[in-house]
């Protein structure tokens, strides 16, 4: 073949070549990298702005649903004024102060601490739990030795004022695992990342001057905390041996399951406490909920209950619908 024919023809075969290039890629386009990203919410447990909004803002620059519950509850475990979270919560009726939680991730894992004395961010030692051991819950000072050997500090967490108003309780020492039915402050927080998926935390010192060992609701996985990352989640508060008896957390998720809006479930789930009692005035119980559309709801017994919701990044303080709403 002569120079010019065989560049004539490589010529040809190359346009031809390119062709069917070109055409294929208009079939078949190049994968792109193209990701959805969701509207990030984060939704808690009473008036919290600020932990919420820490929450929040952190999902806003694209952190996961579990990093942003830990690191917006930790906001009220290291607030000294609330006095049922964290540092500054309310001891027990000997004197020490005890905290509980637990955490639940997107893939259904779970950890949990309960009775820990000394160390303030309970929630982040609950994921410890999770990551680093085989198991979901450690308890008192197995659950303080591990804080400690994952760089945890030791702390007082009994402060000046809790020790004052702890002080002036003994003086009654009146036993009453009954609480104030507008002000309690444990912390449940649901977080949907930007990638749609879901997590949660929720944490406190239980009820003020519990009997010494006294464990709540908040810690146990289905009844202060449940996640479901097809489903979506819930959280609670207020008198943890009542949620405790119903799951609470875990049948708002199953009644999402069959169908239910968070706002149903929340009800459906709430009106199997409140059926069960003929007097609702010595106690309180909250639920919030949210499911996989981003949709989220709450109810409560008593009036005065509110939710935080983080979404299209405004934080919002939303008055619950009440049982016992006139
Ligand atoms: N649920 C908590 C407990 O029973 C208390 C609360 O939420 O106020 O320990």
Redesign the pocket.
């Known amino acids: 073949m002569k120079r010019r024919d065989f560049i004539t023809k490589s010529t040809k075969a190359g346009v031809a070549l390119s062709l069917g290039a070109t055409l294929m890629a208009c079939v078949e386009k190049p994968k792109s990298p193209m990701i959805h990203r969701k509207q990030p919410i984060a939704l808690c ?1 009473w008036g919290f702005v600020n932990a919420n909004l820490v929450a929040g803002k952190a999902l806003d620059q694209g952190i996961s649903a579990l990093d942003a519950a830990i690191k917006g509850v930790a906001i009220e475990e290291e607030n000294l004024k609330n006095t ?1 979270v964290g540092k500054g919560g309310a001891p027990d009726r000997e004197g020490n102060v005890t905290l ?1 939680a637990c955490i639940m991730d997107s893939n259904g894992d779970c950890g949990a601490v309960v009775c820990v004395e000394n160390i303030t961010n309970v929630a982040a030692l609950a994921r410890i739990v999770m990551e680093k051991t085989p198991h979901v819950m450690l308890a008192g000072s197995g659950a303080e030795e591990l804080a400690y050997k994952y760089g945890f500090q030791k702390e007082q967490l009994l402060t000046e004022s809790s020790n004052k108003a702890y002080q002036e309780w003994l003086e009654t020492s009146e036993y009453k695992p009954i ?1 104030n039915i507008e002000n ?3 912390i449940g927080m649901l977080c949907m990342d930007q990638n749609g998926d879901i997590a949660g935390a929720c944490t ?1 010192s ?2 003020s001057y ?1 009997m010494k060992g006294r ?4 810690p146990i996985i289905g009844a ?1 905390l449940f996640i479901d990352n097809e489903i979506g989640g819930a959280a ?6 009542e ?1 405790m008896k119903n799951v609470g957390s875990f049948l708002i998720v199953e009644l999402m399951r069959q169908g239910k809006s968070p706002q149903e479930a929340c009800e459906e789930a709430l009106k199997r406490i409140t059926s069960k009692h003929e007097k609702l005035d010595h106690f309180q119980v909250a639920y919030i909920a949210m499911n996989k559309a981003g949709e989220t709801g709450s109810y409560c017994i008593h009036p005065g209950f509110a939710r935080m919701e983080y979404k299209n990044s405004i934080n919002t303080r939303v008055a619950s619908k009440a049982y016992l709403d006139v």
Do not use: C, Q
Not at 215 to 218: I, K, T
Not at 236 to 241: F, I, W
């Open positions: 447990t049922t509980d609480i309690h402050d444990t406190t239980g009820l519990k464990v709540g609701d908040s202060g609670a508060t207020g008198l943890g041996e949620i």
